[in-house]
């Protein structure tokens, strides 16, 4: 019996799909195992301690998780703007990343949920996966014919680059394999150029130990070099992205984004559950909003406007003893040596890694005077 062809399947049940996505389609067994390339960044302890597929990677990794199914159907939802964004910003003003100015899984959830809709009416076996920890979702990227992986460690698809998102469908039936193509970054390293910290020196892979993007949504400690590096980024960074040829227009137009900007001073401000509503699609370990005021402190330390010293020492007092380092360590940056060790001396913690993130401080300002 001939396989079925995903995409007539879709239209003869009233599936409809904009420009925006691309299907694609690996026959099963496919015999795809990703999870000794999963173990070999977690030992290389190149994943810093990000969890996630990290978790379990000879289940996250596996490609043939099912017996029952035949086909795995991989969709994915291109976001690319039609214009480049400008990445300036005013004093005091920080960054939020193309990537996640807004909810850009949303669109590609409501069309899971059409399809699962489909498939219970049909009694089809199915088990879908988006931003899953269980599965790495781009196992099936390259067999079913959507592109290739590049040297950022993206997937690229010819068109709309790395602006995608993935979902993948484990189904019963047997559809229509998609034909591989023949796509490479070739001699391009633009990616790895754009990097503000060398994250991408490695061709094809990436130290998440040097990632903006990993630190701004950790609830580790961020190293002192990382938070010089952040710049004015409040979330997420992606320099790799907006380098990436395939995925940049032909045009010149740059406009400015108001979703890309936040003023860091009311992110600071603003009560955590507000915040939380705010930024509900952003990744906030714990959903505890207090790391996106310690991301908007090291933001406004590198992109201070004239209040910010009066600001910051104001807040310190009723701030938590997480903040409070943070906020000296903005106040240093900006120049305050005084005001520094005057907070200094007066800082008190239980918890051993703020004392010994204390001691640093303490130390750093000592040196400065």
Known sequence: MKDINVINFFEENNINFSSNFNLGVTNLPSKLDFGKEINNIKN?????????????????????????????????????????????????????????????????????????????????????????????DRTFFVSSGLGWQGKSTMMLTPGSGPWQLLATIYVDHAFEESKNTNYSCGECNLCQISCPTGALNS???????????????????????????????????D???????????????????????????????????????????????????????RNAIIALGNNPDQNTSSFLEKIYPKSSSHLKIYIIWALFKIGNNDVCQNLIYSYDSEENSIKEEYEKLKKMISLAK
Not at 68 to 80: E, F, M, P, V
Not at 98 to 127: S, T
Not at 203 to 216: A, G, R, V
């Open 44 to 136: 290389n302890q190149l994943h810093a301690n990000m969890k996630f597929t990290f978790s379990n990677p000879e289940y996250s990794g596996l490609g043939d998780k099912f017996e029952w199914a035949k086909s795995a159907i991989l969709i994915t939802y291109n976001y690319k703007n039609k214009t480049q964004p400008s990445m300036l910003t005013s004093p005091g003003y920080g960054q939020i990343a193309r990537f996640a100015e807004k909810d850009y899984y949303l669109p590609l959830k409501n069309k899971i949920n059409e399809i699962e809709k489909v498939f219970e009416k049909l009694n089809i076996k199915f088990r879908s996966f988006i931003d899953n920890p269980n599965h790495y």
């Open 203 to 237: 061709e094809y892979k990436l130290d998440s130990n040097k990632c903006i993007s990993y630190w701004l949504q950790s609830p580790e400690l961020i190293p002192y070099e990382m938070r010089n590096a952040i710049g004015n980024k409040f979330y997420g960074c």
């Open 239 to 293: 320099d790799c992205l907006t380098s990436c040829p395939p995925g940049q227009e032909n045009n010149n137009v740059v406009i400015f984004n108001k979703n890309q900007q936040v003023n860091l001073e009311a992110i600071i401000k603003e009560d955590n559950e507000k915040l939380n509503e705010m930024f509900y699609w952003f990744y906030i370990p714990k959903r505890n909003a207090e790391y996106l005021k």
